[in-house]
């Protein structure tokens, strides 16, 4: 068990080299959302070194939960589906820019026919002799010559050249302790060993080579493991006929307590499954070299070596393409996006998309600008597998109308999209991810066009996948935060309520204690309008904290307001905290003949105090504020009055001028809000007014707010 430590840096980067016809139905079934984590985990042991990936990850400090774990389910639970995703996506993506020369691939081929025998042998075995965990049984099968892949990928100095030209293994092990000190079933026993399994998992790598007279005192999965071993590269069907039994196969036969018929019948059925396999996965069975022993290595992969390098720059477009659309703010601006890259992409100029109804098993086309007029007015049906949309929304390939065997024939639904886009036929795409139909891709197309998209199709079919997955983070996005928007404005509400609960109280006092007041004061004293004002003050605070608890507030109502004399009031209620205590001179200049405006008194109130309120603050002592009103000032053929305020003052500077009636940075100011000028702008607005300001520095600033001398029924908000 001592690895050279040259050997062990290499073996702990996991250079394994895998099947790529397995990673790349790893991708496909993972992208089409359907498959179990049974299907993924059986799909990662049919190679040796995706499961041992897997099972070194999920066994990491990182991730490693207090058992360590031997199944490939629970791996795959573990990492989960994205991890998964990712580390394979990396795999095809080092496969594809890497490459493997020929020899490798007839060496690794050989390694995962052999490797997938013992394992299918190990666990029909494992039955026989009632071993109690069939599938640690198969993964042992599975992972006994994973030395020999990771000595071949951690690109040990002629190690593939010895895999190729020894033909027994127990010469490859003296080789290996000649060249590298060490041999393959110890570099995978100490590998296996690093993940601490609760079983003889490694002994059973360890020991698969040792003598035949030594195995018989080892654990029953070690025998299992060395017995699957020696007899897949053995003729059992010879020997039944013949009747001259190996030395090996007697051991095997005694110390496992099963006849040579149980045996052959293992080794056939191994022998046909592994077969199957690597016919469904497209790696062709090489003619047998001379000797049995080269069974072991019959398997010569075909690499899918064009097929792995489109698959790399489609990862690479999908994640550029994933990363672009995240970062989009509308559903709209996705589909405009996908549109033009499905023209970049494919040459693809007439292309809809087709929605799944949230509510009904119907197919629409949503209302966006470029789509055609006709098509949003169809509804295909989803559950009558009459049109060819329909039958792709609910299954997983792109189809055509031109296809020679489709699913269902076009109907006239097919026939109406076609015709819509302006094209002889139609190409459907679905867009799908995790399960779930958002809808189909629409392309219309001519019959050559279609034969020149044929061979695109796939890359087409994830292009689509990409994209649903875009609009479904969007989705998914959009409603969390109306979710969180929700809950934040409920528990908004109900604080708002507790405040206006808690202040109501004290503001009544307030209003009864100066009702009280106004009573006692003698008749010809000039205060009881002053307390009226201030009394009109308290209700109007306590109107502004029952808006703040009901956001669906009624609008303001319409009152008749006399400008003069609510100026004059304020000014007496107001005057001295704001101006007078300061030194700041007031001058008024309010028309006589000014007659009433309708509009509402509160919010007239809240306009003036706050340009005060902005006033006072930016004017010394010895300044001047000039409150001015007139009426008859005509506009566009409308009457308004107006109201000025003139100060001498500093002026604004040209940066505040342009943002001047939009909320302001609470940090420019501390202790304000920065939002005075912004409500002001918004209570003219709702007044149908009109507010202008002209300013510059060091020569003051002077406000004009237009009123309309009758209130326009009607009439939206203005501001200028």
């Known amino acids: 068990m001592q690895i050279p430590e040259a050997i062990r840096d290499s073996v702990e980067a996991l250079r394994l080299p895998s099947m790529p016809q397995v990673l790349l139905r790893f991708l496909d079934l993972v992208e089409d959302g359907q498959a179990s984590l049974d299907d993924l985990a059986a799909l990662v042991g049919q190679d040796p070194s995706l499961s041992a990936r897997f099972l070194a990850v999920a066994n990491s400090p990182f991730l490693r939960r207090n058992q360590p774990s031997t199944s490939l389910a629970g791996c795959l639970n573990t990492l989960g589906p994205r991890l998964a995703r990712t580390i394979v996506q990396c795999l095809v993506i080092d496969r594809g820019l890497s490459g493997t020369d020929a020899e490798n691939v007839y060496r690794l081929g050989g390694i995962w026919g052999h490797s997938l025998r013992v394992a299918e042998m190990a666990r029909a075995m494992a039955v026989l002799t009632r071993y109690h965990d069939c599938e640690v049984a198969y993964l042992a099968g599975l992972l006994h010559d994973i030395g020999q892949l990771l000595l071949l990928g951690s690109g040990a100095e002629h190690y593939g050249e010895w895999l190729q030209n020894v033909p027994l293994e127990a010469k490859l092990r003296d080789v290996e302790e000649l060249l590298y000190h060490t041999d393959h079933a110890a570099i995978g026993a100490w590998l296996v060993d690093q993940w601490q399994p609760s079983s003889f998992l490694s002994d059973a790598i360890l020991f698969h080579h040792q003598d035949r007279g030594d195995i018989v ?29 190996p030395p090996e196969l007697a051991t095997v036969s005694s110390m496992l307590e099963l006849d040579l018929a149980a045996l052959c019948a293992l080794q056939r059925q191994a022998r046909e499954k592994v077969a199957a396999l690597a016919g469904l996965l497209g790696i062709t069975e090489g003619a047998d070299q001379d000797g049995d022993s080269q069974r072991s ?31 989009l703010c509308r559903e709209e601006e996705i589909l405009v996006a996908v549109h033009e890259c499905a023209r970049i992409l494919f040459g693809a100029g007439k292309l809809a998309f087709l929605y799944t109804d949230a509510e009904r098993p119907l197919l629409s086309a949503p209302a966006l600008a470029g789509q055609p007029l006709l098509l949003q007015q169809l509804e295909i049906r989803l559950d009558s597998g009459r049109s060819l949309a329909a039958a792709v929304a609910q299954g997983r390939e792109p189809r055509s109308s031109f296809d020679k065997e489709p699913p269902v024939p076009p109907s006239l639904v097919d026939l109406q999209v076609a015709r819509a886009l302006g094209s002889e036929g139609v190409l459907y795409v679905p867009m799908s991810t995790a399960g779930r139909q958002v809808g189909v891709m629409a392309y219309g197309l001519s019959p050559a066009q279609h034969a020149r998209l044929r061979g695109k199709l796939p890359r087409m079919a994830r292009f689509a996948q990409q994209a649903a997955a875009s609009i479904e983070g969007w989705r998914a996005m959009r409603g969390n935060e109306e979710r969180m928007a929700a809950t934040l404005n409920s528990r908004f509400q109900q604080h708002a309520r507790k405040v206006v609960h808690e202040a109501g109280n004290p503001l009544g006092i307030i209003k009864n204690y100066l009702t009280i007041v106004a009573q006692k004061l003698p008749p010809e004293l000039a205060a009881g309008q002053e307390l009226e004002i201030l009394g009109e003050e308290v209700d109007r605070v306590a109107l502004i904290l029952q808006r703040l608890g009901d956001l669906s507030e009624p609008p303001p109502a319409t009152d008749s307001v006399d400008l003069n004399g609510m100026i004059s009031g304020l000014l007496a209620l107001y005057g001295e905290s704001l101006f007078a205590a300061r030194g700041i001179v007031v001058e008024k200049e309010l028309s006589p003949s000014l007659l009433p405006v309708a509009g509402n008194r509160d919010s007239i109130k809240q306009i003036l105090l706050n340009l005060w309120s902005n006033a006072a603050e930016a004017l010394s002592s010895g300044d001047r504020l000039s409150i001015g009103t007139a009426d008859n ?18 002026g604004l500077p040209p940066d505040v001028m342009q943002c001047l009636f939009q909320p302001l940075d609470a940090r420019r100011r501390p202790g304000h809000s920065g939002i005075g000028l912004s409500i002001v702008a918004s209570l003219i607005e709702g007044l149908d007014g009109l507010i202008t300001c002209r300013s510059s520095v060091g020569s003051g600033t002077s406000f004009v707010i237009l009123l309309p001398q009758e209130m326009k029924l009607g009439a939206g908000p203005r501001c200028a």
């Not at 019959?298 to 994933?322: G, K, N, S, T």
């Open 633 to 650: 000032v005509i506009l566009n053929g409308r009457f308004y009055v107006e109201i000025r305020l003139s100060d001498s003052g500093p």
């Open 297 to 327: 290595r019959q398997y010569q992969p075909a690499f899918p070596d064009d097929e792995l390098e489109a698959r790399v720059r489609d990862l690479a477009v999908m994640q550029l393409l994933q990363r672009d659309l995240s970062q």
């Open 217 to 245: 005192d080892a654990d029953l999965l070690s025998k299992i493991v060395w017995s699957c071993h020696a007899i897949d590269t053995l003729d059992l069907e010879s020997s039944l006929s013949s009747g001259d039994i």
